[in-house]
């Protein structure tokens, strides 16, 4: 019997992904693990958040006293807008998404499948189905990464074959963070380009229900 | 001589009849026209069909109107909430409908039901089960969905500044789905915590033009949903 390797914490997933987010980039971050993210982007470079909801040039949350009930992200909850900030209504907010025009979104997953398919915003059965802008966002956004853990709680893979769960859409992922690796989505299924420190191929393999190979380049090897 | 001003909430949402369609502006609480939604309760017309991102919160406003069991059906794209059980309870129960829809979908059928467009094509939701038997059609060798436009027979709006022609400003990220669904109903009626004489916003800055919009009723200190909810009030 082997343990489970020891992955990332959730805050060094986000600055792991933090760290690929090019300077200049206009990003959408989904609501939980994601919006972590915006915590970590590397000083000198500067990220524009948009927020599906009318915001563009999104700030973190207000100090105490000084939210505006009115000035909310997508999650609901209050946030404050940075200098050079812009508001719109829904149909311009969904023209930058679906039109092509922010460079990258950030979701969480239930699942992901090999090739690319996503499931992120239903459980099926009795849970009250509740979409958002998920399938917006995943049909337009010129990137889609996904961030999420490698497994669920009960160690069941979350890196599939096929999503068993009612599909967000089809083949729109470009790359998955996890705390054991960063995958790519190539033409033959999952493509392993980072592992994290201390896990083995061989390890995020195994907890991985579909085609997987190893294609760190070798300079990235240490 | 243009003045739309209407005296009260009440005198706002007069006429609305049995049946009707009626488009709320807000997400979450964010331009959620509380005095006007707690109107149109006290009206008592019934068997409406909503138009909203969400399903309200708590006890009140939205989920009042639900809960006073004058909603039939829901047009939505998250009609879930952290603090209210209105809906799911309504919902599981058989006794309100849903129409799932995809947000930037929703925002571009009211869109197109205000700008005279019955239907456009969109790749959002191919693949997936809000697409299963649908009218759908390749471009540029990518799956595309029908979608039909959204009207309503009425809009309620909350906006920071309306002059007496009906031209608004909103409050940030308050201005959501309002400025499409004014365009969007036969009657946009519209609270605004400031109503001025026309010449005083300026024309660059108007975000819904006054054309759009129908009755104004000034409410000068409006509630904010998340306020009454953790004061625990319910509606009525």
């Not at chain 2, 058989?94 to 039901?113: D, K, S």
Request: glycine share 12%; charged share 20%; with cysteine.
């Amino acid at each position: 019997m082997t343990s489970a390797p020891v992955g990332l914490s959730r805050e060094q997933m986000a600055a792991r992904a933090a760290r690929d987010i090019a300077d200049g980039s206009y990003v959408n971050l989904g609501i939980g693990m994601p919006e972590m993210i915006a915590q970590f982007i590397p000083e000198g470079c500067e990220v524009i958040l948009h927020t599906e909801n009318g915001l563009l040039g999104m700030g973190p949350s207000p100090d105490d006293g000084y939210g505006d009930p009115e000035l909310i992200n997508a999650g609901k909850r209050q946030v404050t807008a940075l200098p050079g900030a812009s508001y719109f209504h829904h149909a311009d907010s969904f023209a930058m998404i679906r039109g092509g025009h922010l460079n990258l979104c950030v979701l969480g997953a239930l699942e992901v499948a090999a090739n690319g398919d996503l499931a992120n915003w239903s459980t099926g059965g009795d849970s009250i189905p509740a979409v958002g802008g998920a399938m917006d966002l995943v049909s337009g956004v010129k990137a889609v990464y996904v961030m999420t853990s490698h497994c669920t709680r009960d160690g069941t893979p979350k890196l599939v074959e096929s999503c068993t769960y009612p599909l967000t859409g089809v083949g729109v992922v470009d790359r998955i963070y996890t705390d054991l690796a960063v995958v790519d989505i190539g033409p033959d299924g999952f493509e392993v380009v980072d592992l994290t420190a201390g896990v083995s191929f061989d390890e995020v393999a195994a907890l991985t229900a579909g085609p997987i190979r190893d294609a760190r380049s070798t300079e990235v090897e240490r | 001589m243009i003045d739309k001003r209407v005296a009260d909430p009440e005198q706002a949402v007069a006429g609305v009849a049995d049946g009707a369609t009626v488009m709320i502006g807000g997400f979450g609480e964010a331009g959620s026209p509380i005095e006007l939604i707690h109107a149109l309760i006290d009206h008592g017309a019934t068997d409406l069909t909503v138009v909203n991102n969400n399903t309200g919160s708590g006890e009140v406003g939205l989920a009042a109107l639900i809960r006073a069991g004058s909603v039939a059906k829901m047009i939505c794209s998250y009609p879930r909430s952290t603090n209210s059980t209105v809906f799911p309870d309504l919902y599981r129960s058989g006794r309100i409908e849903l129409e799932l829809v995809p947000q930037g979908t929703l925002a571009e059928r009211i869109r197109a039901g205000g700008a005279g467009i019955p239907g456009f094509y969109t790749p959002t939701a191919v693949g997936t089960e809000l697409a299963e038997g649908r009218e759908q059609r390749e471009f540029n060798g990518r799956g595309h969905v029908l979608e039909h436009a959204l009207t309503a027979d009425l809009a309620l709006i909350k906006a920071r500044v309306a002059d007496l022609h009906g031209n608004l400003l909103y409050n940030r990220t308050a201005r959501n789905f309002s400025p499409l669904m004014a365009m969007a109903a036969t009657t946009t009626v519209v609270q605004a915590a400031e109503v001025v004489s026309p010449g005083e916003i300026d024309p660059e800055a108007v975000v819904t033009p006054g054309i759009f919009v129908d009755r104004v009723v000034h409410v000068g200190s409006p509630a904010h949903e998340s306020d009454l909810v953790a004061r625990g009030v319910t509606y009525p």
